[in-house]
């Protein structure tokens, strides 16, 4: 058994080369978005849906009122029972900005991308490509759960920090990726 697969045969796992990208002038590119330079901005990426965890963000973003957090990523009707409970409620420094084709501009300009997905009813994340478009691409600071599956490819990029199962632990982690230490 390998950790891509559940059958015992040999496999080979092609990953395609993700070219780096000179990161612009912070000021500009949120600028360019029409957003506070002098505030910290996190960005979250995916479909909101249970297997995304969008409802972990939001409970971040009520830990720390001054940082604006954002949501790529669509509100699709076959989810509502997750998003529209959560969108209720929404903390007033979170700012959904729907399906874009310009996720690059957000890795550019954030100071933190935060990608809270969780296993869920025996689902989980393969590989997802806004991993490695954050880190490979961006050297954008990350963090997120390590899971099995990403096969220690992170392990070793200097923007990555893995959440962990405490919160009060993730908060910290989350502060030093905005503020330093």
């Known amino acids: 058994k390998n950790s891509y697969g559940i059958y015992d045969t040999d496999s080979i796992i092609w990953f395609p080369e993700f070219s780096r990208f000179e ?29 995304k965890n969008q409802a972990e963000v939001f409970k971040y973003a009520r830990k ?8 790529i990523g669509n509100t699709a009707p076959n989810f509502k029972d997750y998003w529209e409970p959560l969108l209720n409620n929404k903390p007033e ?16 300009s954030m100071d933190l991308h935060l990608f809270t997905s969780r296993p869920y009813r025996g689902m989980s994340e393969s ?22 599956r990403y096969d220690g490819i992170y ?22 990726a905005l503020y330093g230490t």
């Open 23 to 51: 990161r612009p002038d912070r000021t500009e590119a949120l600028l360019g978005l029409g957003l506070d330079p002098l505030k910290k901005h996190v960005v979250n990426v995916g479909l909101f849906q249970p297997i």
């Open 64 to 71: 720390f009122p001054d940082v604006s957090f954002h949501f």
């Open 93 to 108: 420094n979170c700012k959904l900005w729907g399906e874009r084709y310009d996720v690059e501009k957000f890795f550019g």
């Open 127 to 148: 590989m997802p490509v806004v991993l490695r478009e954050s880190v490979q691409n961006w050297g954008q600071k990350t963090l997120f759960y390590n899971n099995p």
């Open 155 to 176: 392990d070793n990029e200097p923007s990555v920090k893995y959440l962990t199962e405490n919160f009060d632990n993730n908060c910290e982690l989350i502060r030093e």
